[in-house]
């Protein structure tokens, strides 16, 4: 399946555009075109600068992308990142791939344990990607231990939150509370508790008619999570940096409204 698609040079270490394209959608979609023209003009380019799905550019402009959208949306980094988590599923599973995420398990926590199995054969394609490990303990019968690690340390875990909730949604009509624990499994960055309880039926997802464009872009996944699984010290160093720059009570507060922008969705474009 890998071999079969049109793929960017597997040498080349850097974030796939698809990160891009994936992140204008977030925003358009959810916030409105608007706020998307505020990041370009920050950004000072144009779609075109930015947005080919199979390019690779360098991890300054990718962080620079989800910076300026942080700013634009007055949103915490992981805040975002955990958007940004949830609307890659959402993404790849409009793209297409809903049947190749719904066979990788009956449940969310078998979804979660063979993550590990996909990542072992990625990274027999992508040699220079390291893929996060993941672990899974059974807990209860609504609730299981989820622990991760990865070479990025803890820069992206707000992506990490976001996959795991929109996974149970898209695939299992479920919600999910993440609750992370003091004591971290040893091995690893990261330890969460799941509980996972049904949506009613009238919140359950409801996939948009995407374009072939979208689809072309979504065939990408892959090379786009190796992308994401390479390791890189300039993300590490901006997450610490922007963690320096806000306080826990300021980042809470922020999270909250940008929570509700969230729900709220698009405002209206002027007619």
């Keep these: 399946f890998l071999r079969s698609q049109a793929s960017p ?8 555009g698809l990160v891009h394209v994936i992140l ?12 998307w023209d505020l990041v370009l003009a920050e950004l000072k380019l144009g779609d075109a600068a930015i947005l080919d799905a199979a390019k690779q550019y360098d991890d300054v402009i990718s962080i620079a992308c989800v910076e300026i959208v942080c ?15 949830a609307h890659f ?28 199995h996909m990542h072992q054969y990625l990274e027999r394609h992508f040699r220079q990607s390291s893929f996060p490990v993941w672990g899974v303990e059974p807990e209860g019968p609504n609730s299981f231990i989820l622990s991760y690690s990865s070479s990025r340390g803890l820069a992206l875990k707000g992506i990490i939150k976001g996959v795991v909730s929109e996974a149970a949604r898209q695939l299992f009509c479920q919600k999910v509370d993440l609750e992370e624990l003091d004591e971290t499994r040893e091995g690893f960055l990261l330890t969460l508790r799941v509980v996972t309880m049904a949506l009613p039926e009238n919140e359950w997802p409801m996939p948009r008619r ?46 909250a409204t940008f929570e509700e922008a969230v729900d709220a969705g698009p405002a209206p474009r002027p007619a």
């Design 9 to 16: 040079p597997l040498s080349v270490i850097a974030m796939l």
């Design 24 to 35: 204008k959608d977030m925003v358009v979609s959810k916030f409105g075109q608007d706020k």
């Design 71 to 85: 700013k634009v949306l007055s949103a915490p980094w992981d805040v975002a990142l955990e958007l940004f988590g």
């Design 89 to 116: 599923v959402t993404y790849v599973y409009e793209g297409g791939y809903g049947r190749m995420l719904r066979s990788m398990g009956d449940s969310l926590e078998e979804f979660l344990r063979n993550i590990n």
């Design 210 to 255: 995407v374009d072939t464009d979208h689809k072309k872009n979504a065939s990408l996944w892959h090379h786009c999570l190796a992308s994401i699984g390479r390791s890189s010290s300039v993300w590490a160093s901006a997450f610490d940096g922007l963690l320096g720059a806000c306080s826990t009570s300021q980042n809470s507060a922020t999270a």
